[in-house]
Nanobody, 122 residues
Framework: QVQLVESGGGLVQVGDSLTLSCATSGGSFSSYGMGWFRQAPGKEREFVAALSWSGDTVYADSVKGRFTVSRGSAKNTDYLRMNSLRPEDTAVYYC????????????????WGQGTQVTVSS
């Protein structure tokens, strides 16, 4: 059974950096795309960034230049590096995976992690 487990969230100050991890298991993820989404209290889930199975990346305008997605050499862990964090980045962050996809449409992703809380304090 395919599983995604996020980790790395926490409480940080404005301007700090944080790296989220998404560990995958139960499948061969070399051909999977990974998306990152977030949901703040009272708001809808929004796209953050994605890394396609072919290595292409796409970012939401709100995080472009500050966040970076990458994949570990073993291909079973993806990362979201978040720099220059702002209070508006506070949310529960989710990773999601789907074969041969790496875009911003959440409905295209089959597998989802449980989420990890990121809180940016001013």
């Amino acid at each position: 059974q395919v599983q995604l487990v996020e980790s790395g969230g926490g409480l940080v100050q404005v301007g700090d950096s944080l790296t989220l991890s998404c560990a995958t298991s139960g499948g061969s993820f070399s051909s999977y795309g990974m998306g990152w989404f977030r949901q703040a209290p009272g708001k809808e889930r929004e796209f953050v960034a994605a890394l396609s199975w072919s290595g292409d990346t796409v970012y939401a305008d709100s995080v472009k230049g500050r966040f970076t997605v990458s994949r570990g050499s073993a291909k079973n862990t993806d990362y979201l590096r978040m720099n220059s964090l702002r209070p508006e980045d506070t949310a529960v962050y989710y990773c999601a995976a789907h074969p041969h996809y790496g875009g911003s449409d959440p409905t295209q992703y089959t597998y989802w992690g449980q989420g990890t809380q990121v809180t940016v304090s001013s």
